[in-house]
């Protein structure tokens, strides 16, 4: 497809020296390129891809194309979809535009996703590498606190950081990243606990590497594939959960997203199905696609899977 | 290490994570801005002068901070959550009555998914390119990316205007006579659409983990060496496969105890379930701290001891685990 096309393209451009080289031996290929390809072999993560493109599109350019704002009030409230031409989507209950709603929701939505994601995958990678790596009592007192996380509902504990300090959509990331990074946490130290003992960490070692430089420079790099696979699926839970939150009326009030729309349309649930509907079925296409993505990478990273 | 020995690590290793849930809830009505007492008695409380000086006094809070913690956890572990103000009842008892209510609700759910997970994955590992394994992993990817509540919702939409069966609001109707069984239908009547919207998530998700180990323990040597001495094939897959398929299943569901029990907020919300759930959003809704609070200790306790029910239950019942290390 052009996507992968175009970055294979890109790749080839930046390295052009190890590409003359491994023209003499055609057999050896960059694993990057590998995986590139197999991504592009697996449907669930072309599919992915394609959506995740659609809903940029359709949340960043969006707006120029249709110009309506979304606070404004533009017709009778809870006007069904494609009862009057001007709001093909229908009005909400204060009979804003849904359609201009949906369509700067994205942006607010994915700002969360990305932004929580991001923090779930740092701590993560930081409580995890340090757990793994040292292991012992760092290992044991880091685990314990990995456990305590999980034993919290995460959910309810959000609500509470969420009660507790004002709720903007940086506090609502903050919040799930706080409560959402244990996952992470195992799966790096799992990892690091299969890599450190492994010759060329050892062979590093030897040559005089301080411990910082092995975490980050020799094991990190090796243990990328399953992290950056479990992290497109981090940001689709991200999403979720601010969707979730919002749902218990407990998002920004101040910015449009697709969680605040449904969390405000709750009400009005049996008397127009769409305020609800339209937002939700938007989330669910952002996670769909955020998870087939996911899938689509791990099919591309791991050898084992791609033979099947 | 003995049976006796392991049993008693886990509950002591409990007792700490209580202990350690008990001390990130005092730290959070400290780091809530504004003066504990008032966090405490709730915003919309409407405590008076004498009231927040009663929980100056109670809570200890001209005292040094580590008298202060002293304090509040000997209160909450001889059962004093404290009061809310909101609803004018001890917190305790208001969790308590409510308790019941998402416990049926989460074990409901997740039973379900348990059992209808596993088969579903054992008719999938069955032909691995087939149609019920092509169907278990959609569900499992649409499961896994729809907004909980927004299936709830759909489902309610389905069942209120569509097939109007089950009823899509509360836990038990009122107008029934309060015989036992009478009772205990409707309840159970009231409870599909709600587990069933919270089951559906886990359902998916097992029966893909089922669906794996089976494929995994099929491949393995002693079910070539049954099939060889001629074991017929439904045996193979009952009495030989399914019981190490089904163990990853109930550990990971185990482990996801505190995910349902999130999850269960929001399902209970969107069915008026009157569970912890709604007890938790109509406490925001009025800023009642101290049940917020009380809810996230007990939900806490709930995951806990459901961890250490499925670990003691898991190293009785497999040999393997419970000799080796």
Do not use: C
Request: aromatic share 10%.
């Amino acid at each position: 497809m052009w996507f992968t096309e175009l970055l294979i393209l890109a790749f080839e451009q930046e390295t052009d020296v190890s590409t003359i080289e491994a023209e003499k031996q055609p057999t050896s290929q960059s694993p990057f390129r590998e995986a590139l390809r197999a991504f592009r072999q697996s449907w669930a993560g072309m599919l992915g891809l394609i959506i995740l493109i659609a809903i940029a599109l359709f949340s960043f350019v969006g707006p120029m194309v249709y110009g309506v704002d979304p606070f404004e009030i533009v017709w009778a409230p809870l006007t069904a979809p494609g009862e009057v031409a001007t709001v093909p989507l229908g009005t909400d209950q204060l009979g804003r535009d849904m359609l201009a709603g949906l369509i700067h929701g994205g942006a607010s939505t994915l700002f969360v996703g990305l932004t929580a994601g991001f923090l779930t995958v740092t701590i993560g990678i930081l409580v995890g590498s340090m757990s793994g790596y040292y292991g012992g009592a760092v290992d044991e007192a880091l685990m314990r606190l990995t456990e305590f996380f999980q034993v919290l509902p995460a959910l309810l504990f959000a609500m509470v950081l969420v009660t507790i300090f004002p709720p903007s959509i940086l506090i609502i990331s903050i919040a799930i990243g706080i409560v959402s990074w244990p996952a992470t946490a195992r799966l790096t130290r799992a990892e690091f606990m299969r890599i450190r003992n492994l010759e060329y960490v050892n062979a590093a070692r030897s040559i005089g590497a301080k411990n910082n430089r092995i975490i980050w420079r020799v094991i990190l790099p090796n243990s990328l594939a399953p992290l950056i696979v479990s992290a497109t699926l981090t940001i689709g839970i991200a999403i979720l959960f601010e969707a979730g939150l919002s749902f218990l009326g407990l998002g920004d009030p101040n910015v449009f997203s697709w969680g605040m729309m449904i969390g405000a349309g709750r009400e009005y649930i049996l008397d127009a199905w769409w305020t609800i509907s339209l937002p939700g079925f938007m989330i669910f296409l952002t996670v769909l696609g955020f998870s087939l993505v996911g899938d689509g990478l791990n099919d591309a990273f791991n050898p084992k899977l791609r033979e099947r | 290490m003995n049976i006796f020995m392991l049993v008693v690590r886990r509950f002591l290793h409990a007792f700490l994570l209580i202990l350690a849930v008990l001390v990130l809830n005092f730290l959070l009505i400290h780091i809530a801005p504004g003066d504990p007492a008032e966090v405490i008695a709730g915003e919309m409380g409407g405590a008076t002068e004498e009231m927040l000086a009663d929980i100056r006094k109670s809570y200890g809070l001209d005292q040094p901070v580590y008298v202060q913690l002293a304090t509040y956890l000997g209160k909450t572990l001889t059962g004093d959550l404290g009061q809310s103000f909101f609803y004018n009842a001890p917190v305790l008892d208001l969790v308590l009555d409510r308790v019941g209510a998402t416990i049926l609700l989460v074990v409901t759910a997740l039973i379900f998914a348990i059992v209808v997970g596993t088969l579903l994955g054992v008719l999938a590992s069955h032909n691995p390119k087939g149609i019920v394994s092509g169907l278990v992993t959609l569900v499992s990817v649409v499961g896994y990316s729809a907004p909980i509540f927004w299936t709830g919702m759909l489902l309610v939409i389905m069942f209120a205007w569509l097939v109007p069966v089950f009823p899509i609001s509360g836990m038990f109707d009122i107008t029934l006579s309060d015989d036992f069984w009478t009772r205990t239908i409707d309840i159970a009547h009231h409870l599909v659409l709600p587990a069933l919207t919270l089951g559906i998530v886990y359902l998916a998700q097992y029966a893909r983990l089922a669906r794996a180990s089976m494929l995994e323990i099929l491949g393995s040597d002693y079910i070539r060496t049954a099939r060889s001495k001629g074991v017929s094939e439904l045996s193979i897959y009952t009495r030989h496969a399914l019981r190490n398929a089904i163990l990853p299943v109930v550990t990971i569901a185990g482990l996801q105890f505190g995910s349902v029990v999130s999850g269960a907020v929001l399902v209970e919300t969107v069915f008026s379930w009157p569970g912890l759930g709604t007890l938790a959003f109509d406490s925001l809704l009025a800023r009642d701290f101290p049940t917020i609070l009380g809810i996230l200790f007990f939900s806490s306790l709930l995951v806990i001891v459901a961890n250490l029910v499925t670990d003691v239950v898991y190293r009785i019942v497999d040999p393997r685990i419970r000799t080796g290390n």
